[in-house]
């Protein structure tokens, strides 16, 4: 009977992963980081449990009670990732339905709803979990944006080869305002859009005490900022500046991209424009991080009808901030913005499914590139001419 343990430690993880518990907070919190790889990586947790069933069935005669054990917790584990993983696949359709219903399909952008639509594999987020450096991206790591020491510093990727009047996409990281990184979330996009051409940033910003609000979205204008003063120095055509975030980082993206130009979390560079062209946001939370106050510290208080467009994702399992919280900060944004607001739910996944370049994660690059396609499709004169793949782009439309 001890060769069960060899088996069930997969069962285990897969039943959190395919049905975590919302409360209490503390076992939803548990169930989350033990179900996490299984719900992003199913195929390499089905790898682990028939490896873990052939070694636990050599040494059990068959037809005894522990075989028998063993057999029955492999067939219903088995079951489960494939629940798991047909979820994971479902991640491509709900994205395409997604983009369709808000921005339309057709022109140029028909082929990528197609390829989303088809539930189309891709194989090397499969077999391969951590995002590829691609050889054609180059990293400039810790480069200072501000006074606060380690925690005002960027990386930014760009293409090797990449010339003049590069669109930027800027990444702010999660961990709840209290930890959390630029080198962690989102690797995956941030290099495929590199080696697209595109400059991209992800930045630190203040976190515990010295980041309350509203230091961190100071932090995040002032990436902005250093964009815009920086732009000849690296390439950089910031008439197109694309926010994005996780988490955390998602609050702060939403409310860059909806407090441009605002005097108040501007200080010392009141006269930089800290418009932007889009926002996307990652499981984000919409909430308030203090108590009533003045100025208030929810997106939610910032709506207003010259909002630029968002792109929001969202896990529909996620069990530390739950979707319908961010179905209905979209659906606040959408009564009064006059740009689109996609909003994209994920059967299935869960928080942090940026963390690794997953199947599901794949689908949602995907249709991130279908989204600023379309950004960069509004905003290109029709008869420009393009460098390298990269349109000159006017600037947004701002309040």
Known sequence: MSHVLTVAPVAVVTLAALAPPRRPRSVANLAFWLG????????LAFCWLVASTLLALASERRGTPAGVVIVAL???????LARIMWRALLAGPSVAGA????????????????????????????IWPLPLGARRVRRIANISYGPAGRRNRLDLYRHRSCSAGAPVL????GGHFRTGGKSRETQALLRRYASQGWVCISANYRVRRAGRFPASLIDAKQVIAWVRHHAAEYGVDSSLLVVAGSSAGAHLASMAALTPNDPRFQPGFEQTDTSVS???????????REPAGSPPSSPRAYLHRHAPPFFV????????TPAPLALSFVEELRAVSM?????????GAQHSFDLLHSVRFEYVIEGIERFT????HRHDPPDAERNDGLAPLRPAEIR
Do not use: M
């Not at 800027?170 to 990281?173: G, T, Y």
């Not at 994702?313 to 530390?320: A, I, K, P, R």
């Not at 396609?373 to 960069?376: I, K, L, N």
């Open 36 to 43: 996490y790889l299984v719900n992003e990586f199913p195929f």
């Open 74 to 80: 492999v067939v219903l584990t088995a079951c489960a």
């Open 99 to 126: 983009l369709s219903r808000d921005l339309g399909v057709g022109g140029a952008t028909k082929a990528s709803d197609d390829r989303l639509a088809r539930r189309r594999l891709p194989t090397r987020a499969v």
């Open 170 to 173: 800027i990444h702010f990281h």
């Open 278 to 288: 889009a926002a996307i946001c990652l499981y984000g939370f919409y909430g308030s």
């Open 313 to 320: 994702v969202h896990g529909e399992n996620d069990t530390l």
């Open 339 to 347: 740009n689109p607001v996609v909003y994209a739910q994920l059967p």
């Open 373 to 376: 396609s379309w950004v960069r």
